[in-house]
T-cell receptor
């Protein structure tokens, strides 16, 4: 039982490049989330999903897109990376509206 | 408006002593949940403890307890018998039951900015 995993763990992008972050969970959770964490800040919600095939915007959705084609996977995409998107990205999942369990994080740097 | 406030950017505690990390929250909902997460220097977010707004007793999990004072809207984390491994960032978070979070659904967490706890040997 791996819990929540994230791929990749680290990534460096140039401004304007695109990339996709993959989150996978093996707990059969319905809800999945993407957060970003910046220095001196708590986590801020980017997008979330309440089930396979559904997505919704969180607090800071601009510049990101998501997809949940399979229940166990939640993808976060950056179409045209900007330096302001340099951050640590966390994925989380929960059965429903209960405790969220987090992945190990992805450290992204945009030059 | 900030809904979770952690007023202590940093705290020091002597090993084996107890420490209280403060958290106050703001909500108009009657039904909500409060969470504490630990983030060690390795970066992962570890769930510690949960308190529901209707729970009559304070939550406890091993050395962690949550001092829930509903009227004061506070949900302080108490760590007893501190250990060196407790040195980490600690985040308080709230989940509201209403449907107004970003126009979305229930379940979304709102985090405070965290408290950095350092345990001294």
């Amino acid at each position: 039982n791996a819990g929540v995993t994230q791929t990749p763990k680290f990534r460096v992008l140039k401004t304007g490049q695109s990339m996709t972050l993959l989150c996978a969970q093996d707990m059969n959770h319905e809800y999945m989330y993407w957060y970003r964490q910046d220095p001196g800040m708590g986590l801020r919600l980017i997008h979330y999903s309440v089930g396979e095939g559904t997505t919704a915007k969180g607090e800071v959705p601009d510049g990101y897109n998501v997809s949940r084609l399979k229940k166990q996977n939640f993808l976060l995409g950056l179409e045209s990376a900007a330096p302001s998107q340099t951050s640590v990205y966390f994925c989380a999942s929960s059965l429903f509206t209960d405790t969220q369990y987090f992945g190990p994080g992805t450290r992204l740097t945009v030059l | 408006a900030q809904k979770i406030t952690q007023t202590q950017p940093g705290m020091f505690v002597q090993e084996k002593e107890a420490v209280t990390l403060d958290c106050t929250y703001d909500t108009s909902d009657q039904s909500y949940g409060l969470f504490w997460y630990k983030q060690p220097s390795s970066g992962e977010m570890i769930f510690l403890i949960y308190q529901g707004s209707y729970d009559e007793q304070n939550a406890t999990e091993g050395r962690y307890s949550l001092n829930f004072q509903k009227a004061r809207k506070s949900a302080n984390l108490v760590i007893s018998a501190s250990q060196l491994g407790d040195s980490a960032m600690y985040f308080c978070a709230m989940r509201e039951a209403g449907l107004k979070n970003y126009g979305g659904s229930q379940g979304n967490l709102i985090f405070g900015k965290g408290t950095k706890l350092s345990v001294k040997p």
